[in-house]
């Protein structure tokens, strides 16, 4: 797989297909009658604004864009106020709107997304990798525990409580 695969800062040229990723995670939420991405998030302004920041990452196969993330290395304010505690107080990078094309599903792309993402944070000198997510996001928790992240407790944005994850990486 990863000799087919490469990562890249996601373009604008990409939105549309990353979009149409959204809407595929969104409906297989849905059916799954998970609360998380059910309303106007994520939106358009959310991946046009993660390009622009330098966030936004995607994975690319044969036939082009097949994963989409938001990696960022500047913190997450909401991450201040734990309701718990993290393993570490060092820099970390944080990953919003993992969403994975429905033709790629249950094929190990999420979880090779994330060992890539660590990979990046190595590069970048960065020794902790931080994740939230809903309480009824069975696939994230799944592969949060497969790559050995510990559960630090719950942060609160407007729109609710998720649970929030951290490894330490070398």
Known sequence: MENNITIRKAKYADVERILEI?????????????????????????ITGDIEKGYGYVLCGKTGVIAFAAVIFDGE???????GKWLTDFPYVVVHRLAVADEMK????ATFFMRKIEELAKQ?????FRV????????MQKILFALDFTSCGDIYYD???RMVYEKRIG
């Open 22 to 46: 959204i809407r595929q995670a969104k409906e297989q939420m849905r059916r799954m009658n998970s609360r998380q991405w059910q309303e106007d998030y994520p939106a358009e302004e959310h």
């Open 77 to 83: 304010p909401a991450y201040d106020k734990i309701d």
């Open 124 to 128: 970048n000198n960065i020794r902790s």
């Open 132 to 139: 939230d997510t809903n309480f009824d996001n069975l696939y």
């Open 106 to 109: 249950q094929k190990g792309i």
């Open 159 to 161: 729109k609710g409580k």
